[in-house]
C-alpha cells in the first residue's frame, strides 16, 4: 500500500488514488487517416517497462486531480510525482533523460 | 488426580484460580494463565486431534502459533470458531472446544482407515484420480472435503463486535522478546513515537519459556515499566502483525476480549484489526524451533524441545514422566536438564558425535543418560508414544546400525535447529540469504525493498543468545531512531548476563533414517503436519519431475495449511535439495504471504458490517415511497422504488397496473437519481461535441438533445439528455449507475488532454429532486401546479422551461422514456418531499399512478428504448444497436469514432439489436435466453444471439423482447429458435424493436 505525493494535497494513502496506466499518449490528430494498425497501437499498446515508469494517477477520493508519477515497477519506488503540465522529471540514472 | 501431569510448583499460572472447561464432552481443570493446550497437558490428555488427510492421532508439537496439530473446534454455536491452535487459546472458565477432523470420536475414528491405504493416497493423489472424468469432480469433491475438512465454519451470524483502527508511528517494533524490548526501549529513549507488538498475552518472547527466569523477568519487568510511563509508546500485548504491505503498511489483529470467553468483553470489541503505517520498523520475531523427521514421528506426545520447556517452565506442565530429548544442536540439551529438574527420567540422543565435555557433565551431574551419534528409528504406541527405539546413524548420517535400544517414554523433546521468523521480511520485499553455521535463512539486508526501511534483530536476524538478542535490538532500535531524526543514546539499555544454552554448533540431519528406506515400511517420516506430508512424498514429486521448489509446494502441498509451513518449510526444502544433489539456497525458499497466522474475517471487515458495509442512497422522496408502500431496488448504491404494490397486488399485477395507467392517464416516477452533470465555460460545446456521437453547435438555448457516449473502442458506454441552458451552459443527464463513470470520463479528458481547454463539470445529481409525470394527461396535471405556458405550441418536445411549479422554482424538461406526453420536473433538492406531495394531491383527479422502475422499463421497452448495460454490454456499437441516426456524419473528430471504422466494428454480420415476438404471445423469454442457428437434441446448439430485455407488455397486449441477433437488422420477418434450460424451444418472429405507438405520435401530443 503505497504512499504517493500528490502534486496538490501531498501525501496521502494510496487507496485515494487509482492508477490508469501510461502517461504521456496523446490522441492522435487526424485520426481518419490513420490505419487500423496505427490506430491500435493508440488503443491498446504500451511500453510495459520492468524499471521505471510515467504513468497517470488520479486522486479520486481527495482532490480529484489527475497527475503524473514516475514509479519503477520493480521496487515500487516514486521517483518523482508532478503536474500534467510540468516538464518530466528525469529518469534516475540515465543523465537526465526525460 | 486431576491435573496429574501438573509440577507442584513453578511456572507463571495463577495456582488460586482454578478454572472449569470442557474438551470433547469431558471436564477438566486448569489454571489461570493456562492455555488450553497446556492444561490438557496438565490432565494428561496428549491427542488433541486427528489428521488432515490420514487422519493420524495427534498431539500438540508446540506452546506457540506455529502449532500443526492441536486446532480444536472453539466454543458452540454463534460463537463456533474453527481451526483454532490449542496452544494459543488462553484458558478461561467454562471454556469448550471440541477436537476437530474425527468421527465418530476422538479415540475411534473411522477415517483412520486412510492411514492404512496410505500407499495409494500419495501425493498429487486427488488431482491424479479424481480428475478424471472431469464432470464427476462436482460428485467427488463433496465427498473430498468433507473426509478432509478440519473444523466446521459457523452457520449463525457473527454475534461479535469487531474493530479495525488506524494508526502511525516512527518505529513499530514487531515482536516483544528481549531484542524487540531493547529495541523499543533504545529508540524511545531518543524521543521517537513507538508502537511494540506482540502475538502473547506476555511480553518476554523466548525468556517467558526458559528455566533461567530472574535475570530475564527482572530485565523485562524494568523496561516494561519504563516503557509504559513513556506517553510515546504504545505496548499492545496479543497483538500479531498479520502483513507488511508496502512503505512499511503493517497490519495487525489484536484479540482483545477473546481470553475472556464469548460475550464477556462487555464494550470491548472481540477484536481489532489494525493498520499501522510506520516510517521505521524493527523486525524482532523470533524463530521457531523445527522438528527433526524421523520415522512416525507425529505420535501424540513427540514434542518441539522448547515446547516441552516451556510447559514445564511457563506452566508448570511436565508432558511426560519419562522424556527422551532427540536433537542435533545444543538448545535442547537445556530442556533436558529442566525435564529432569522436573522429576522426569531423562534420555538425551544426539545425532552428533561431538558433544562438548562441559554439556556431557551437565547430563551427568544430572543423571541423564546420553547417546552421541545415535538416532530414534522408531516410535511405539498409536495413540501416543508408550517407546522408542534408537540406533547408532552411519557416519554419513544415511543409516542406522548396529543394535536398537528400546526406551520407554511418554514424551520425546525434539530439535532439529530453530528457523529464523523471516515472515515479515520477507511480506515486505526483502530476499533471504542462507546462513551455513546456523542452517537456516536469514535476512539480507542488501536486498530489501527501499520504499519499507527496516532492520532485523535477534533470533530473526540468526542470532539465538539472550545477550546477542538484547545488542542487537538496541543497535536497530538505535538505528530506526536515527533515520526518522532522532538520537538514541544506546548505552541507556542495560543489558544482563544469562547463563544460558543456546543453539550451539548445529550438525544439519534433516531426515533421520530407519531401518528401512524412506518410503518403504509402515512408518511415515512426516515434516508438515498439518497438511499429513511426508518425505516419502516429496521423493514421490522429485521422481515425477517437480523440480521447482513452487511446484514441489504446491504438488505435495507441503506449507500450504492454515500454519503455513512454520514448522516444516526448512525441512522439506532441505530433503528437496539432498534429493537433487544442490544446496539448500540453489532449491531456494518459497514465497511468504500475509497473514502470518489465520485471521478473523469479522476484524478485517472490522465496524464497515451489516448495514455499514455498503452506504445507501435515497432520494429527497424517499419517505412518501416507503409511505406508500413501495418494494425498492437497489440500482448503483440508490434505493429506487421497483413497484407499488396495492392490497393483494404480487409484482406482476402491481408492474402491470401500472404500466397500463401511464398510457391511459398519467403516471409519476421518481426520477432523482439520473446523473446530473452542469457544464459550463467557453468551450462546453467542443467538450460535448467530443464525447457525444452527433452534433451539438446548434443546440438552441432551452433545448434538449439525447446523446449517446462512446469509448475509444467505439463501444457504447452511456447515454443521457443534455440541455442547453446558456451559450456557454449545459445540463447533462447520465444513467444512474453511470453517474460516476460519466463525471470522471469528462474529467479525465479535460485534466489530462485538453487542460487549456475553458469547461467546468460539476456534479448536481443531489442537487435536484425530480419527477417524471407520463401519460395523456400530464400536461393537464402539470398546468393545475404550474406558471409555465405548458401549450403544445409554447413548450414543445425536447425543451426546457424554467418556472414555478407547486410554488416553488424548478426547471422541467419536456423528455421521455416512455414515449407519453411527459415532462421531468426539477426542483431544488429540498423541495423534492413537498413536489411528490403535491403531485399526489393534485393527481386525484387524472388517477395519478406512482410507478416504480420495473414499470418504467416495460414502458421503455415498448418503444425500444435502450438500457445502457442492460441491452449493451460494452461490445456493442451504435450501428449495431440501430441507431446510425444519432452518429454524425460530418463531424471529424470525436471519441471513439475511429474505431467505428475498424475491421472487426463495420465487418457484417455483428449482433444487432432486434423485435422478438414469440409465437405464443403468453410466453414471457427468460432475459438472457439463447437465440440458436438451429435446435439439437441437447446442448451445445450454435448460439447467433440473445434476449437482452423480456416483458410481457399489457399496452401491447402480448409479451414483447428485445435481443441481440447476428445480422438481425437484415432478419427482420425471419422466425428464430429460442433453446430453453429445461429442454424446450420458442418460435419467435423477428420484428423491430418498436411494439407500441410506431408513429411516435403519442410523445409530441
Not at chain 2, 498431539?59 to 463456533?80: D, F, K, M, R
Not at chain 2, 543497535?475 to 532522532?486: L, T, Y
Not at chain 2, 435536484?768 to 403544445?792: F, Y
Request: aromatic content about 8%; glycine content about 10%; charged content about 20%.
Amino acid at each position: 500500500m503505497f504512499i504517493i505525493n500528490c502534486p496538490y494535497c501531498g501525501d496521502r494513502d494510496q487507496t485515494e488514488f487509482s492508477c490508469h496506466g501510461e502517461a504521456h499518449i496523446p490522441r492522435p490528430t487526424e485520426t481518419a487517416k490513420m490505419t487500423d494498425d496505427e490506430w491500435g497501437e493508440y488503443v491498446f499498446f504500451r511500453t510495459n517497462p520492468k524499471g521505471y515508469h510515467r504513468e497517470r494517477w488520479l486522486h479520486d477520493h481527495g482532490c480529484r486531480r489527475w497527475f503524473n508519477a514516475l514509479r519503477h515497477t520493480v521496487t515500487d519506488e516514486f521517483v518523482a510525482t508532478y503536474k500534467i503540465e510540468d516538464p518530466r522529471p528525469p529518469i534516475p540514472g540515465e543523465g537526465g533523460r526525460s | 488426580m486431576s491435573q496429574p501431569q501438573r509440577l507442584s510448583a513453578g511456572g507463571s499460572i495463577d495456582r488460586s484460580k482454578l478454572l472449569s472447561f470442557m474438551f470433547d464432552g469431558r471436564q477438566y481443570t486448569g489454571y489461570q494463565g493456562d492455555t488450553l493446550a497446556s492444561a490438557l497437558l496438565a490432565n494428561g490428555v496428549r491427542l488433541m486431534g486427528r489428521s488432515f488427510k490420514y487422519h493420524r492421532p495427534r498431539g500438540a508439537i508446540a506452546a506457540g502459533s506455529e502449532e500443526p496439530n492441536a486446532l480444536v473446534q472453539l466454543e458452540t454455536g454463534a460463537y463456533t470458531e474453527p481451526n483454532t491452535r490449542a496452544t494459543c487459546i488462553e484458558l478461561y472458565d467454562g471454556l469448550v472446544a471440541k477436537s476437530q477432523n474425527r468421527w465418530p470420536n476422538l479415540e475411534f475414528d473411522v477415517g483412520a482407515v486412510n492411514s492404512l491405504v496410505a500407499r495409494f493416497l500419495p501425493a498429487g493423489f486427488y488431482y491424479k484420480t479424481f480428475m478424471w472424468p472431469a464432470s464427476m469432480w462436482m460428485t467427488y469433491e463433496k465427498f473430498i472435503r468433507k473426509a478432509a475438512g478440519l473444523g466446521v465454519s459457523p452457520v449463525d451470524d457473527d454475534p461479535d463486535v469487531y474493530h479495525g483502527t488506524y494508526a502511525h508511528c516512527d518505529v513499530l517494533v514487531i515482536g516483544g522478546g528481549p531484542a524487540g524490548i531493547a529495541a523499543a526501549t533504545a529508540a524511545a529513549n531518543g524521543g521517537a513515537r513507538i508502537i511494540l507488538l506482540d502475538e502473547g498475552n506476555d511480553f518476554g518472547g523466548g525468556l517467558l519459556g526458559t528455566s533461567d527466569n530472574a535475570a530475564s523477568t527482572s530485565y523485562i519487568d524494568g523496561a516494561l515499566q519504563v516503557l509504559e510511563q513513556n506517553d510515546n509508546v504504545r505496548l499492545l500485548s496479543r497483538t500479531t502483525a498479520t502483513g507488511y504491505y508496502d512503505y512499511n503498511y503493517i497490519t495487525a489483529l489484536e484479540k482483545v476480549t477473546d481470553h475472556l470467553g464469548p460475550a464477556n468483553g462487555g464494550d470491548a470489541p472481540r477484536q481489532r484489526f489494525w493498520k499501522i503505517r510506520a516510517k521505521q520498523v524493527v523486525i524482532a520475531a523470533g524463530s521457531i524451533e523445527r522438528p527433526l523427521i524421523f520415522a512416525d514421528n507425529d505420535r501424540p506426545g513427540v514434542m518441539l524441545a522448547n515446547a516441552v520447556g516451556t510447559y514445564i517452565n511457563r506452566y508448570g506442565v511436565l508432558p511426560g514422566n519419562d522424556v527422551v530429548v532427540f536433537t542435533n544442536n545444543d538448545s535442547a540439551y537445556q530442556v533436558a536438564l529442566d525435564a529432569a529438574a522436573a522429576g522426569a527420567t531423562v534420555t538425551t540422543v544426539d545425532t552428533r558425535r561431538n558433544v562438548s565435555s562441559e554439556l556431557k557433565s551437565k547430563l551427568e551431574q544430572n543423571n541423564i543418560r546420553l547417546f552421541e551419534g545415535h538416532a530414534i528409528s522408531s516410535v511405539q504406541g498409536s495413540k501416543g508414544v508408550e517407546s522408542v527405539r534408537i540406533m547408532q546413524l552411519s557416519e554419513d548420517g544415511e543409516s542406522v546400525q548396529g543394535q536398537a535400544w528400546e526406551i520407554v517414554c511418554t514424551c520425546v523433546a525434539t530439535s532439529g535447529g530453530w528457523t529464523p521468523s523471516c515472515h515479515m521480511f520477507s511480506q515486505s520485499g526483502g530476499k533471504l540469504k542462507y546462513d551455513e553455521s546456523i542452517a537456516g535463512f536469514i535476512p539480507d539486508p542488501s536486498k530489501a525493498k527501499v520504499s519499507s526501511p527496516n532492520f532485523s534483530a535477534g533470533a530473526c536476524n540468526g542470532s539465538f543468545t539472550t545477550h546477542a538478542c538484547i545488542e542487537q535490538g538496541i543497535a536497530a532500535g538505535a538505528k530506526a531512531a536515527a533515520a526518522v531524526g532522532k538520537t538514541a543514546s544506546a548505552s541507556s539499555v542495560n543489558a544482563f548476563a544469562v547463563s544460558e544454552i543456546a543453539q550451539g554448533a548445529i550438525a544439519p540431519l534433516w531426515l533421520v533414517p530407519t531401518v528401512h528406506p524412506v518410503g518403504e515400511g509402515k512408518a511415515k517420516h512426516f515434516h508438515d503436519f498439518q497438511n499429513d506430508v511426508t518425505a516419502a512424498d516429496i521423493h514421490l514429486a522429485a521422481r515425477e519431475g517437480f523440480v521447482s521448489v513452487e511446484h514441489l509446494k504446491r504438488y505435495t502441498t507441503t506449507g500450504m495449511a492454515t500454519d503455513q509451513g512454520k514448522t516444516s518449510n526448512l525441512n522439506a526444502l532441505a530433503i528437496m535439495a539432498n534429493i537433487q544433489g544442490v544446496s539448500i539456497p540453489e532449491v531456494g525458499t518459497t514465497t511468504f504471504r500475509p497473514p502470518y497466522t489465520p485471521l478473523t474475517f469479522g476484524a478485517v471487515g472490522g465496524q464497515e458490517s451489516r448495514e455499514l458495509f455498503i452506504q445507501e442512497r435515497k432520494t429527497p422522496m424517499h419517505e412518501h415511497h416507503v409511505a406508500n408502500g413501495a418494494v425498492f431496488e437497489d440500482v448503483g448504491d440508490w434505493k429506487r422504488p421497483w413497484y407499488f404494490p396495492q392490497a393483494g397486488e404480487d409484482m406482476h399485477a402491481a408492474v402491470q397496473r401500472e404500466t397500463l395507467a401511464v398510457r391511459e392517464s398519467v403516471g409519476m416516477l421518481d426520477a432523482s437519481t439520473l446523473g446530473k452533470i452542469d457544464i459550463q465555460g467557453k468551450d462546453a460545446v467542443k467538450l460535448l461535441e467530443m464525447v457525444y456521437t452527433n452534433n451539438w453547435q446548434k443546440l438552441a438555448i432551452g433545448s434538449c438533445r439525447y446523446g449517446l457516449m462512446l469509448n475509444e473502442h467505439g463501444m457504447i458506454f452511456d447515454d443521457g439528455v443534455t440541455t442547453r441552458l446558456g451559450e456557454n451552459h449545459f445540463h447533462m443527464t447520465t444513467t444512474t449507475g453511470g453517474a460516476a463513470r460519466v463525471m470522471s470520463w469528462l474529467e479525465e479528458w479535460l485534466q489530462t488532454e485538453w487542460p487549456e481547454w475553458e469547461v467546468y463539470c460539476t456534479s448536481v445529481t443531489e442537487q435536484w429532486a425530480v419527477m417524471a409525470i407520463n401519460g395523456p394527461n400530464a400536461r393537464d396535471l402539470l398546468q393545475e401546479l404550474t406558471d409555465i405556458d405548458v401549450s403544445k405550441e409554447s413548450f414543445p418536445f425536447m425543451t426546457m422551461r424554467e418556472g414555478s411549479v407547486a410554488g416553488v422554482p424548478a426547471r422541467v424538461y419536456r423528455i421521455s422514456f416512455t414515449g407519453e406526453l411527459s415532462y421531468e420536473i426539477n426542483v431544488p433538492a429540498r423541495y423534492g418531499r413537498h413536489l411528490i406531495e403535491a403531485l399526489t394531491e393534485a393527481g386525484k383527479k387524472y388517477d395519478l399512478v406512482p410507478y416504480g422502475t420495473e414499470a418504467m422499463h416495460v414502458l421503455r421497452a415498448e418503444k425500444g428504448f435502450i438500457i445502457v448495460g442492460q441491452d449493451t454490454d460494452g461490445t456493442v456499437t451504435p450501428h449495431d444497436m440501430d441507431m446510425d441516426w444519432i452518429v454524425s456524419k460530418t463531424k471529424e473528430e470525436y471519441l471513439g469514432n475511429r474505431a467505428q471504422v475498424r475491421v472487426d466494428t463495420k465487418r457484417d454480420k455483428r449482433p444487432q439489436l432486434i423485435g422478438l415476438l414469440t409465437e405464443d404471445p403468453t410466453v414471457v423469454l427468460p432475459e438472457g435466453a439463447h437465440i440458436v442457428a438451429e435446435v439439437l437434441d441437447k446442448p451445445p446448439m450454435p448460439t447467433i444471439g440473445h434476449v437482452t430485455s423480456s416483458y410481457m407488455s399489457p399496452n401491447a397486449g402480448r409479451s414483447i423482447a428485445l435481443a441481440v441477433l447476428q445480422d438481425g437488422i437484415n432478419r427482420k420477418g425471419e422466425t428464430v429458435s429460442l433453446a430453453m434450460m429445461d429442454g424446450s424451444v420458442h418460435q419467435a418472429l423477428v420484428t423491430d424493436t418498436v411494439f407500441v405507438d410506431k408513429e411516435g405520435v403519442r410523445v409530441r401530443g
